[in-house]
Every structure is written in structure tokens, then in C-alpha cells.
């Protein structure tokens, strides 16, 4: 089993930052592709920025300039920096990876419990 904890996660005014972490565990072999979605109360999950093993990134249009993911792959940790923030960045942030647990098995996604963002004056 793999697990994927979430922190950093909190309530900021417009403007602020916070750094969210997420750190894989468990029976792990590879970590392959690792990303942050966010679900807004009412929305659909909405991908926000996801981060291959070698260090390629992909970011949604409303996290360019804003956001930055980065990756520890020693650790299996990724990190999302949150500048600038917004009313509408408030949602719960998820982590999800895609690990292979054992060689020869296939790749499967895993998702964290989230971390609560909000963001108001």
C-alpha cells in the first residue's frame, strides 16, 4: 500500500503564500508522475500542476505565474508554492502520484486526503 500525506494547507489573505507538501510512503519502487489537483466547494477536482520524475512540469492556466511544483524524488516528496493567492484558490488540494509498488507490476494512482486552502480577507 502507498500513502500520499498532505500539509501545509491553511487561511490567507489575498495576496499571501503558503507551501504545500506531500510525501509518498509505503511500498514503493518507483514514483512516476506526482501532481496537485484542487476540488472548490461545488466544482469538479481540476488539475492544478503535475511534475514527471526527471523535473518536467505542466501547470493549469490559472496556476502559470502563480504556482510553482517541485520534487525530491530521494524523498518522494513533492511541493507546491502558492504566490499571489486568490479567493478563488480556496479548495481542498490533493496529491496524487502514480507508483509502481513492485518491479513487473503495473503502475497505479494514488491519492492523499487533501489539505485545505482559503483564501480571504
Same mark, same amino acid.
Given at each position: 500500500?502507498?500513502?500520499?500525506?498532505?500539509?501545509?494547507?491553511?487561511?490567507?489573505?489575498?495576496?499571501?503564500?503558503?507551501?504545500?507538501?506531500?510525501?509518498?510512503?509505503?511500498?514503493?519502487?518507483?514514483? *512516476?508522475?506526482m501532481g496537485w489537483y484542487r476540488q472548490a466547494p461545488g466544482?469538479?477536482?481540476?488539475?492544478?500542476?503535475?511534475?514527471?520524475?526527471?523535473?518536467?512540469?505542466? *501547470?493549469?492556466?490559472?496556476?502559470?505565474?502563480?504556482?510553482?511544483?517541485?520534487?525530491? @524524488?530521494?524523498?518522494? #516528496?513533492?511541493?507546491?508554492?502558492? @504566490?499571489?493567492?486568490?479567493?478563488?484558490? #480556496?479548495?481542498? *488540494? *490533493?496529491?496524487n502520484a502514480d507508483v509502481r509498488s513492485k518491479p513487473g507490476?503495473?503502475?497505479?494512482?494514488?491519492?492523499?486526503?487533501?489539505?485545505?486552502?482559503?483564501?480571504?480577507?
Amino acid at each position: 500500500q502507498v500513502h500520499l500525506v498532505e500539509s501545509g494547507g491553511g487561511s490567507v489573505q489575498p495576496g499571501g503564500s503558503l507551501r504545500l507538501s506531500c510525501a509518498a510512503s509505503g511500498t514503493i519502487f518507483t514514483v *512516476y508522475q506526482m501532481g496537485w489537483y484542487r476540488q472548490a466547494p461545488g466544482k469538479q477536482r481540476e488539475l492544478v500542476a503535475l511534475i514527471e520524475k526527471p523535473g518536467s512540469t505542466n *501547470y493549469a492556466d490559472s496556476a502559470k505565474g502563480r504556482f510553482t511544483i517541485s520534487r525530491v @524524488n530521494a524523498n518522494n #516528496t513533492i511541493y507546491l508554492q502558492m @504566490n499571489n493567492l486568490k479567493p478563488e484558490d #480556496t479548495a481542498v *488540494y *490533493y496529491c496524487n502520484a502514480d507508483v509502481r509498488s513492485k518491479p513487473g507490476q503495473r503502475p497505479t494512482d494514488f491519492w492523499g486526503r487533501g489539505t485545505q486552502v482559503i483564501v480571504s480577507s
